[in-house]
């Protein structure tokens, strides 16, 4: 397996990484935003009130999204494989 190789999986592992990961971190943000906005409007500073919503979006999003980020994973996986299979 050459250099040139190497390079493109890790590229392309990085890749899956992003796109799996990119439901979760995007909804941790969005909702973590809102939940300040709310705070900075009414004054309330609960930590709770942050930590607590942003748990219950990501599990929502998690169970909605894991199938994408399973077939993701399984794609990447078998092409691996297939890759280190070939090796001479």
Do not use: N
């Not at 969005?30 to 004054?43: D, P």
């Not at 894991?66 to 078998?78: K, V």
């Amino acid at each position: 397996m050459e250099s040139v190789e190497i390079i493109d999986l890790a590229r392309e592992g990085v890749w899956v990484l992003l796109l799996v990961s990119a439901p979760m971190v995007l909804t941790a943000l969005f909702v973590g935003l809102a939940i300040s906005l709310v705070q900075a409007l009414t004054q309330i500073q609960e930590t709770t009130l942050t930590f607590v919503p942003k748990m219950v979006a990501m599990l929502l999003v998690m169970v909605l999204a894991l199938p994408f980020m399973l077939q993701s994973l399984e794609h990447y996986g078998q092409k691996l494989f297939e890759r280190i299979a070939t090796i001479d």
